[in-house]
């Protein structure tokens, strides 16, 4: 199964609880967050407290991607801000493991992101603890960027391994996905697919998502 999750960086701020009741109304499976520390990536978004005040607004699964310098410093704050996936970047986490490891005592689902420029040989020793990998299709930082190719046979890559470990781990891709690359990426073995710009930049939401999923599972047929 394809799952869409819009990214609510691409969406209006100044109404953000009226957008995730926008989303889930047309048809998200999860809301994905993008906490950026103007650090780690060069753009700075919101924190634990923007998290908090949507989770108020939705019971949809918040998939929260901290693409921040120290995440160990701020896992306690999203857990109890209610996120339900707490996503770390390899990049950033020098005890990585750890990391995980707490994120999973605070009985949340851990989460590792890669650039497009980091090897999935990274997620090697951790695969088997994470509920999902993220493999970054565009640099991260910013919405509305294009898909980077070059990612493909990574995702082709960590789907094969993830297969031949017989894990239950889900497999996101995040940046510059719209109709034509969501059915790249569903054929090379993403199944949850994040979009900021392609949905929320759409008059219609719900033809924006639908179409996005039916690409991708049009691609698995
Ligand atoms: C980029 C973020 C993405 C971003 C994607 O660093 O991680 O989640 O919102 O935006 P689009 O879908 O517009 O590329
Ligand atoms: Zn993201």
């Keep these: 199964m394809v799952k869409v999750a819009p990214s609510l960086l691409a969406a209006d701020f100044?109404?953000?609880?009226?957008?995730?009741?926008?989303?889930?109304?047309?048809?998200?499976?999860?809301?994905?967050?993008?906490?950026?520390?103007?650090h780690f990536v060069p753009n700075i978004t919101f924190g634990p407290q923007v998290v908090a005040a949507v989770r108020k607004h939705t019971d949809l699964p918040l998939d929260v991607h901290l693409m921040i310098s120290e995440a160990d410093r701020y896992l306690e704050d999203f857990a109890a801000a209610g996120a339900d996936i707490i996503?770390?970047?390899?990049?950033?986490?020098?005890?990585?493991?750890?990391t995980i490891t707490r994120i999973l005592e605070l009985g949340k689902t851990p989460a590792v992101a890669l650039n497009p420029a980091t090897s999935a040989h990274t997620l090697?020793?951790?695969?088997?603890?994470?509920?999902?990998?993220?493999?970054?299709?565009?640099?991260?930082?910013?919405?509305?960027?294009?898909?980077?190719p070059a990612v493909v046979p990574k995702i082709e890559q960590v789907a094969e391994e993830i297969r031949r470990r017989g894990l239950d781990v889900a497999l996101e891709v995040d940046g510059?996905?719209?109709?034509?690359?969501?059915?790249?990426?569903?054929?090379?073995?993403?199944?949850?697919?994040?979009?900021?710009?392609?949905?929320?930049?759409?008059?219609?939401?719900?033809?924006?998502?639908?179409?996005?999923?039916?690409?991708?599972?049009?691609?698995?047929?």
Aim: charged content about 15%; some cysteine; aromatic content about 2%.
């Design 14 to 38: 100044s109404a953000l609880g009226a957008e995730v009741a926008r989303a889930k109304e047309a048809g998200a499976d999860l809301l994905h967050l993008d906490v950026m520390d103007g």
């Design 87 to 98: 996503c770390v970047h390899v990049e950033a986490c020098l005890h990585l493991h750890r």
């Design 124 to 148: 090697a020793h951790v695969l088997d603890l994470v509920g999902m990998v993220l493999l970054m299709t565009v640099n991260p930082g910013f919405g509305g960027q294009e898909f980077i």
């Design 176 to 221: 510059g996905i719209d109709r034509k690359t969501a059915a790249t990426v569903v054929s090379a073995g993403a199944n949850v697919l994040v979009a900021g710009s392609a949905i929320f930049g759409c008059p219609d939401i719900r033809a924006a998502i639908t179409s996005i999923r039916q690409a991708g599972a049009g691609a698995l047929q």
